[in-house]
């Protein structure tokens, strides 16, 4: 077990990450409506996706999984708190596809042509 690779193994990134929202959780039901409602998505959307862009900005294996969870939470919460109606499907591929040619252009620049 101890052969794991460290794609498997969880970063600081995460645990800090985990602790913002934890925060913001005991907050929450510490002191009820003190947040609008909606706003813990909100919270855990962006401190996955922020997550997510501290690792693939330090060169560490970013998951694409839990880019799509953010983007679900984070759009679930201001549909929320915004009262808007944003339809999910189209955000997610956009967001995807922008994640994706970065992801892509920095192939390109490690001289990288063929994946």
Known sequence: MENSSSKDKSTVYGAIGLAVFLIFFGISYLIPNFLPEGSMFIVAGSLILLVNLVKSLKDLDWDGLEILFGI????????????????????????????YLFKNIKKLKDGQIFS
């Open 72 to 99: 679900a939470f984070l759009i679930s919460g201001l549909n929320k708190v915004l009262k808007l109606e944003i339809s999910f499907v189209p955000v997610v591929i956009i967001i995807l596809a922008i994640f």
